[in-house]
């Protein structure tokens, strides 16, 4: 014990510290770096560097981002995560031209940068983020109007297009992104994955203007994109623009498609015109076994179809005929009430099963080589 009692943490070899270390959050991070010269120099490994989350710092500033920018870092950064100041009572610029220019010199293996509450108008454009982007997530963020072009201003330094790598965009509750954000995405050769989120102001034209299909001089539009996912979930305050009905226009090489929200009633109506689709995602709705019926029945392509958090209406049952013997009659009613006697209206959670036979077999005449994938799914149980 007394051998125990004076051993420290220098007795440890430096692999086993760095684990250590990596459970602290970038705060704990730098306040241990203050310790002795040897966690100084551990705190600067890389490997505590390659995932950096800054949204759970309260009051980051420019000025913190460029210490950590100089001091922590470096090529082993891969995902980075910030937290704006747009619904801060402070405001001010919080991500400046000249730092993210910084960021794509220091560190050039970064793919992922998620925005939270971010002010972006005073950003030129797409161009100053690093070139060696593949994923880019903005939530509640404001944009400029021309941020998605890939031609910068005269005066601003390059003027030719510049080829963006993105290769997924997530916009997730950004009000100012209309349809001629997404227009302007047309450009992005590497775009493969698009989901709008909560995109209130982008409309059924914007989508139907975007759409891939065949040019006179080759394909226009969205023409690589493969993944496309259109949601709204919130319930008041904002007006509904179908924005699903874009679909229509065929959309050439779309092969996964998720609805989610209010978009899903409208966007199974013009889903029949996409011939290449091959997944089908279905999320945070309501619906019907004749209202998917009618919907895949065009779709013969189909590989998989995907329910999460879905509420199955179940089909309407034809009236019970006279004569019917008294102990069908008991079973029904004991299907329909619960304990006690007293009636269910509720929603009943689904562990693995489907929510009524039925629907499986219909598809499964319709669609003989799609899966069915049930997540988190309920059927609506009345009293009627």
């Known amino acids: 014990m007394d051998e125990y009692e004076s051993c420290n943490l220098d007795y440890f070899p430096e692999n086993i510290l760095i684990d250590v270390l990596s459970y602290l959050s970038v705060r704990e991070l730098v306040r241990a770096g203050r310790v002795c010269k040897r966690w100084k120099r551990l705190i600067k490994d890389q490997r505590l560097w390659r995932t950096v989350d800054l949204t759970g710092w309260k009051g980051v500033t420019s000025r913190i981002l460029w210490v950590l920018l100089r001091q922590y870092f470096g090529c082993g950064l891969r995902c980075l995560r910030l937290r704006g100041l747009l619904l801060s009572a402070r405001g001010g610029t919080f991500l400046s031209e000249s730092w993210l220019k910084a960021l794509s010199t220091k560190c050039p293996r970064l793919s992922k940068l998620c925005l939270l509450h971010a002010d972006l108008r005073s950003l030129p454009g797409c161009q100053v983020l690093p070139r060696t982007l593949r994923v880019l997530e903005l939530r509640g963020c404001e944009l400029p109007r021309s941020f998605f072009n890939q031609t910068l201003p005269k005066g601003k330094g390059l003027a030719s297009p510049l080829g ?160 019917q013997g008294q102990e069908g009659g008991e079973e029904q009613q004991n299907e329909e009430e619960g304990p006690g006697g007293e009636s269910n209206d509720e929603n009943r959670t689904l562990d693995g099963a489907d929510p009524f036979p039925g629907l499986r077999r219909s598809l499964a005449v319709l669609l003989p080589s799609c899966s069915l994938v049930f997540t988190n799914c309920s059927v609506q149980m009345n009293a009627d």
């Open 164 to 323: 963006i790598g993105v290769e997924r965009l997530v916009l997730n509750n950004v009000p100012s992104f209309t349809d001629q954000h997404l227009q302007n995405l047309a450009s992005w050769e590497r775009l493969s994955r698009l989901e709008l989120r909560d995109t209130f102001r982008v409309t059924a034209n914007g989508l139907r203007s975007c759409a891939a299909k065949e040019g006179l001089s080759g394909p226009e539009g969205l023409s690589r994109l493969k993944y496309l996912e259109i949601g709204i979930t919130a319930r008041q305050g904002y007006q509904l623009q179908m924005a699903s009905l874009g679909l229509g226009a065929g959309w050439l090489g779309l092969e996964e498609l998720s609805l989610g929200g209010k978009e899903v009633a409208t966007g199974l109506l013009c889903a029949s015109r996409l011939k290449d689709l091959k997944c089908l995602h279905l999320w945070a709705c309501t619906l019907s076994e004749l209202q998917i019926v009618r919907s895949c029945r065009m779709l013969r392509g189909l590989r998989q179809l995907e329910f999460l958090d879905v509420i199955f209406q179940p089909r309407q049952s034809p009236p019970a005929e006279e004569g």
